[in-house]
């Protein structure tokens, strides 16, 4: 079976950094896109930010410019650098994966367990 397990979340200042890191596990043959989600209290699941295996990245407007995405195709591994932290990213990350785990079968999707990221004003 596949697993993705992330790291890196806690408390931190308003303005502050973290980084995130979601390593997949298993029997994998490609992975193809790596994305990172968020979810507030009371609030809906929301892309932050992927990127595919060629390394083309996307953000949500709300971090573009703070946030920066990368992987480690080697390692299987993304992450998520988040500088100029705002109490509003306040949320626990999810860590998304979309991948193939034998060559010829069709991909599918996975999902960490979520880390959570909080941001005092």
């Known amino acids: 079976q596949v697993q993705l397990v992330e790291s890196g979340g806690g408390l931190v200042q308003a303005g502050g950094s973290l980084r995130l890191s979601c390593a997949a596990s298993?029997?994998?043959?490609?992975?193809?896109?790596m994305r990172w989600y968020r979810q507030a209290p009371g609030k809906g699941r929301e892309l932050v930010a992927g990127?595919?295996?060629?390394?083309?990245?996307n953000y949500a407007d709300s971090v573009k410019g703070r946030f920066t995405i990368s992987r480690d195709n080697a390692k299987s591994t993304v992450y998520l650098q988040m500088n100029s932290l705002k109490f509003e990213d306040t949320a626990v990350y999810y860590c998304?994966?979309?991948?193939?785990?034998?060559?010829?079968?069709?991909?599918?999707?996975?999902w960490g367990q979520g880390t959570q990221v909080t941001v005092s004003s």
């Open positions: 998304y994966a979309n991948l193939i785990q034998y060559r010829g079968s069709y991909s599918a999707q996975y």
């Open positions: 298993g029997s994998i043959f490609s992975i193809n896109v």
């Open positions: 990127i595919t295996s060629g390394g083309t990245t």
